[in-house]
């Protein structure tokens, strides 16, 4: 089946610093990615759409230059939190379309749960 | 899409089954119906879509009433591994093109 490979699960950072989240397909090309965020005890809130080659279209409240994303390849995403602050600690979680009707619409990353300190 | 209600919480016992409502009456002809579960601090997983049909995989069953303003998702054997949040989204056309976009979800605890 599809396969999607988010890393790192998990990581710890300094505020001020920036984070970078990857996502892999591993055995298909993701022509459109989607990467979401989850706070504690809330569902998932869509940030940004990527399609490979272009540049990716935000959810409103979503600051784009701080969330940068680049989906250079039809397998690799990778969200970057710039300038993260502790509000920003938060799971992060990509999703992959394959384009294609059927039980593997949409597969999902594991997730990164980002903190900030 | 269409806005989906689902309970917030529901609990079944292991070995039963479990049936997870879901309202969407304002749905439109075109749009599917989708059922994701979310396992603590895991990526969503696809369970099950239909549109007017009942359907049945691996995993559980949708029934969706014939009016399409509501559904129900069975699993038909629960177990404890079963104990996540499940959303119900209603989404224009089956493939996976668009965004998905998740509501609050029903947690669904199976205890022994």
């Known amino acids: 089946g599809a396969v999607v490979s988010q890393h790192p699960s998990r990581v710890i950072c300094k505020s001020g610093t920036s984070v970078k989240i990857e996502c892999r397909s591993l055995?298909?090309?993701?022509?459109?990615m989607f990467w979401y965020r989850q706070f504690p005890k809330q569902s998932l809130m869509l940030m940004a759409t990527?399609?490979?080659?272009?540049?990716?279209?935000?959810e409103q409240g979503v600051e784009k230059d701080k969330f940068l994303i680049n989906h250079a390849s039809l397998t690799l995403s990778t969200l970057t939190v710039t300038s993260a602050h502790p509000e920003d600690s938060s799971f992060y979680i990509c999703?992959?379309?394959?384009?294609?009707?059927?039980?593997?619409?949409?597969?999902f990353g594991s997730g990164t749960r980002l903190t900030v300190v | 899409d269409a806005k989906t209600t689902q309970p917030t919480s529901m609990d079944c016992a292991e070995g039963r089954a479990a049936n997870l409502p879901c309202n969407h009456s304002?749905?439109?002809?075109?749009?599917?119906v989708y059922w994701y579960r979310q396992i603590h601090s895991q990526g969503p997983q696809y369970i099950i879509h239909?549109?007017?049909n009942n359907e049945t995989n691996e995993m559980a069953s949708l029934i969706i009433t014939e009016d399409r303003k509501s559904s129900t998702l069975i699993l038909p054997h629960a177990t404890l591994r079963d104990t996540a949040v499940y959303y119900c989204i209603a989404k224009k056309g089956g493939t996976s093109y668009g965004k998905l976009t998740f509501g609050q979800g029903t947690i669904l605890t199976v205890h022994p």
């Open positions: 999703s992959a379309s394959l384009g294609q009707e059927g039980n593997y619409g949409y597969t």
């Open positions: 304002t749905i439109s002809g075109n749009e599917y």
């Open positions: 990527s399609n490979e080659g272009s540049k990716a279209t935000y």
């Open positions: 239909g549109l007017k």
């Open positions: 055995d298909f090309q993701a022509t459109t």
